[in-house]
């Protein structure tokens, strides 16, 4: 079984910065991919960045150049580090962990962290 815990949202003011963590636990023996994603009330979830186990990244144009995910695997965990912050950055932010098996893939959530852009 895995298990995702994130740390690290909040409350802070446009042009700030914040870095989440996700910590995993459990073994995995298949290739993966862990990211970040967000819903913001109203809306659907939507991803913002993604890493695989290989250190390929990618990120939603709206976070390009202000985000950088990336992973340290003796810790098992992966961050999220957000600069220039927008009030439209306001969301809950989940981590998800997709591992591909030969004939399925299967997803993993954590609970989910609040970052709230303010002045």
């Known amino acids: 079984q895995v298990q995702l815990v994130e740390s690290g949202g909040g409350l802070v003011q446009p042009g700030g910065s914040l870095r989440l963590s996700c910590a995993k636990s459990g073994i995995i023996t298949s290739s993966y991919a862990m990211g970040w994603y967000r819903q913001a009330p109203g809306n659907q979830r939507e991803l913002v960045a993604t890493?695989?186990?290989?250190?390929?990244?990618n990120y939603a144009d709206s976070v390009k150049g202000r985000f950088t995910i990336s992973g340290d695997n003796a810790k098992n965990t992966v961050y999220l580090q957000m600069n220039s912050l927008k009030p439209e950055d306001t969301a809950v932010y989940y981590c998800n962990i997709h591992i591909t098996y030969i004939l399925y893939g299967q997803d993993y959530w954590g609970q989910g962290t609040q970052v709230t852009v303010s002045s």
């Open positions: 890493i695989t186990n290989g250190g390929n990244t």
